[in-house]
T-cell receptor, first 112, second 114 residues
Framework: GDSVTQMEGPVTLSEEAFLTINCTYT??????LFWYVQYPGEGLQLLLK?????DKGSNKGFEATYRKETTSFHLEKGSVQVSDSAVYFC???????????FGSGTRLQVQP | DAGVTQSPTHLIKTRGQQVTLRCSPI?????VSWYQQVLGQGPQFIFQ???????GRGNFPDRFSARQFPNYSSELNVNALLLGDSALYLC?????????????FGEGSWLTVV
């Protein structure tokens, strides 16, 4: 079945540091890939998405590129802020399914 | 425009009781999905409804049931509550039921079973 694997957290960075959160997936067909963010005490917010190979999703300084050859969708940001502290979830939606499959989440803590 | 709204936001139930959670999708969205998020884990898919019909079901016992109303709002029911049902229950909506549509989540209902 479909699965998503994320790097374990927490990831602790200083403000303005470079961020990478790794995500790899297993799926049949050609899934769409997503990054969601969850701030403390809140629901999930869509951060960015990519629907086909080599697409780059971007939003609020975050980027991720759909790499079919490595089945990866790593999240990057050039300069993190304290306000980026949250839990980040990688997810996929396969062609034949009507649901998202999520990774276990990666907690990011940014220190001033 | 209002986002996905859920009620109640927090509730505490006793083992063996039943609970009903409610969800109103974004205006114009016809598909509603339910997810369970246990503390420290990613959300797990429970149900999807589109145009009042169940279109998908995750690996959850029959104690979990749901329905969608003509106005596209939805209810999730859980019977015979167990301690392990304690979780954040997330409702999500999308314009259609297709797998590639962007899904928008509500803030969730926190259920504690004691």
């Amino acid at each position: 079945g479909d699965s998503v694997t994320q790097m374990e957290g927490p990831v602790t960075l200083s403000e303005e540091a470079f961020l990478t959160i790794n995500c790899t997936y297993t799926a049949t067909g050609y899934p769409s890939l997503f990054w969601y963010v969850q701030y403390p005490g809140e629901g999930l917010q869509l951060l960015l998405k990519a629907t086909k190979a080599d697409d780059k999703g971007s939003n609020k300084g975050f980027e991720a590129t759909y790499r079919k050859e490595t089945t990866s969708f790593h999240l990057e940001k050039g300069s993190v802020q304290v306000s980026d502290s949250a839990v980040y979830f990688c997810a996929l939606s396969d062609t034949g399914r009507r649901a998202l499959t999520f990774g276990s989440g990666t907690r990011l803590q940014v220190q001033p | 425009d209002a986002g996905v709204t859920q009620s109640p936001t927090h509730l505490i139930k006793t083992r063996g009781q039943q609970v009903t959670l409610r969800c109103s999708p974004i205006s114009g969205h016809k598909s509603v999905s339910w997810y369970q998020q246990v503390l420290g884990q990613g959300p797990q898919f429970i149900f999807q409804y589109y145009e009042k019909e169940e279109r998908g079901r995750g690996n959850f016992p029959d104690r979990f049931s749901a329905r969608q109303f003509p106005n596209y709002s939805s209810e999730l029911n859980v019977n015979a509550l167990l301690l392990g049902d304690s979780a954040l229950y997330l409702c999500a909506s999308s314009p259609e039921g297709g797998a590639r549509n962007t899904i928008y989540f509500g803030e969730g209902s926190w259920l504690t079973v004691v």
